[in-house]
T-cell receptor
């Protein structure tokens, strides 16, 4: 299995509080992604990174920010959590070196915003 | 029209049966294709990439039809352990390797 960990694995928080999720990889892959998965929807891209300090928005980026200060770490921050951000969050990595560039996923973080 | 469409199912099939899933994509510029498997409350895991000439991995066969813009996954001799949700993933090659996920097709293999 690809070396990807996410922390925390579960979190319950209250509306209006800031939350930071961490993704850590040991594969030295260039690309990192944050997705959310909700019933009735496929995985939806929140933000992605194509290198240290290089990030960009995905399709559902409102209310989220990211940072990547090291190759191995990609942080997702909910500045002020809302109930609509209750979801399962997956981090993924990709080598991006050409060819098919499959993505590999971390175990996920289940976030509940009350 | 959604970029990637799948029948969500569920597909209930008996053990030993052959089952096939299709997935259609809307962007003709799509370059690479994948099937992922996702077990309940787990992360998606790569099942197989889908190559232009079609490819097989044991009981699993993937096909690509560019003219009709769909990919398929065939599972032969279904096992109870094949019960999962199968995600179709389409990659429009770009600077950040953007992929689009289908909603997934749920398969339940019944004893």
């Amino acid at each position: 299995d690809a070396g990807i960990t996410q922390s925390p694995r579960h979190k319950v928080t209250e509306t209006g509080t800031p939350v930071t999720l961490r993704c850590h990889q040991t594969e030295n892959h260039r690309y990192m992604y944050w997705y959310r998965q909700d019933p009735g929807h496929g995985l939806r891209l929140i933000h992605y990174s194509y290198g240290v300090k290089d990030t960009d928005k995905g399709e559902v980026s409102d209310g989220y920010s990211v940072s990547r200060s090291k190759t191995e770490d990609f942080l997702l921050t909910l500045e002020s959590a809302t109930s609509s951000q209750t979801s399962v969050y997956f981090c993924a990595i990709s080598a991006g070196t050409g060819g098919y560039n499959e993505q590999f996923f971390g175990p996920g973080t289940r976030l509940t915003v009350l | 029209r959604k970029e990637v469409e799948q029948d969500p199912g569920p597909f209930n099939v008996p053990e030993g049966a052959t089952v096939a899933f299709n997935c259609t994509y809307s962007n003709s510029a799509s370059q690479s294709f994948f099937w992922y498997r996702q077990d309940c409350r787990k992360e998606p895991k790569l099942l197989m990439s889908v190559y232009s000439s079609g490819n097989e991995d044991g009981r699993f066969t993937a096909q690509l039809n560019r003219a009709s813009q769909y990919i398929s996954l065939l599972i032969r001799d279904s096992k109870l352990s094949d019960s999962a949700t199968y995600l179709c993933v389409v990659n429009i090659l770009g600077g950040y390797q953007k992929v689009t996920f289908g909603i997934g097709t749920k398969l339940q293999v019944i004893p």
